[in-house]
């Protein structure tokens, strides 16, 4: 007989069990709950957010967040939406389950929440798959087992993290999906990707057609391809890339440079714009300022 693991790959059932019967029902002012800094998900529907709000004020909320304590308060474990929602509901208190999770608990159950609830698009689904190799030493086949997917669609998952900025965007917004993204992998140079992209985008290319435009592109002539590759970036850029994305849920990228770097940050709207410098600079910004988007900056 096998011998069941502790930790990761025990399931949110299991996991949620832990708690004494003492500790269900607290009401918990949201302003001391932090997010989950293990949460995979990176883009919250404000649409989808604004229904459950409305939901929220009607009839409350009715299933409870999951924390644990921290020295400066709480810090989520599960339900963020619940969480931000009650936020834009107006509420200052929040029922919660207060429970004692490890961090490699609390990334399991985030990641597991949400892939139950088939709330990540697939490029969250490849960073949390790198961040459970990177941080807790799995290989692809632990990962594949513990999270109940094949080793080849880990693999293939965490492959699209190896595609440009761009094309990770569209496949996170559903401009590309996964098969139409994947054949891009095949092409030696970013140039190429991103041409490769729009075209399938453009006209709406089938999975199988765009494998066979990369065929037909790689075919071409040698001195046609031959582009600058955008080189990988280090690992610290990428994890401050992705703490950026947690604080402000939206797409950061960071361009490193020989001389100076900078920082995009993007943003849809002016009110996207507002809640993003409330987020960097709590101060109050000049009233009447107006801009329009999309933009980057």
Excluded: H
Excluded at 254 to 273: M, Q
Excluded at 279 to 296: E, Q, S, W
């Amino acid at each position: 007989m096998i011998k069941q693991q502790r930790g990761l790959g025990r399931g949110l059932d299991a996991l949620f069990k832990q708690a004494p019967p003492e500790e269900l029902s607290n009401e918990i002012p949201i302003e001391q709950i932090m997010p989950n800094k293990f949460q995979p998900r990176r883009v919250f529907d404000e649409e989808a957010l604004s229904e459950l709000a409305q939901s929220i004020q009607l009839y409350g909320v009715l299933q409870p967040v999951v924390v644990r304590r921290t020295l400066e308060g709480y810090e989520l474990v599960a339900g963020e939406r619940r969480w931000r929602a009650s936020q834009k509901a107006g509420r200052q208190t929040i029922p919660a389950l207060v429970r004692e999770y490890s961090d490699a608990e609390m990334t399991e159950i985030a990641l597991i929440e949400n892939l139950q609830r088939e709330n990540l698009n697939p490029i969250e689904e490849a960073m949390a798959f790198r961040r459970l190799m990177e941080e807790f030493g799995l290989t692809q086949e632990e990962v594949a087992r513990k999270i109940g997917r094949s080793r080849s669609l880990i693999a293939n998952t965490i492959r699209m993290l190896n595609l440009p900025a761009a094309i990770q965007e569209y496949v996170s917004r559903g401009t590309l999906s996964m098969g139409q993204a994947r054949p891009l992998l095949g092409l030696e140079c970013v140039d190429l990707q991103l041409e490769a992209a729009e075209i399938i985008i453009g006209e709406d290319l089938s999975a199988r057609d765009a494998e066979e435009l990369v065929k037909k592109l790689n075919a071409a002539p040698k001195q046609e391809k031959q582009k600058t590759v955008e080189p990988p970036k280090e690992i610290f850029v990428v994890e401050a890339e992705d703490r950026l994305k947690l604080l402000l849920g939206t797409q950061v990228k960071i361009k490193p440079g020989k001389i100076k770097s900078k920082i995009e940050i993007e943003f849809y709207s002016a009110d996207d714009l507002d809640r993003i410098i409330e987020t960097l600079m709590p101060a109050p910004v000049a009233a009447g300022t107006k801009v329009r988007g999309p933009f980057i900056i």
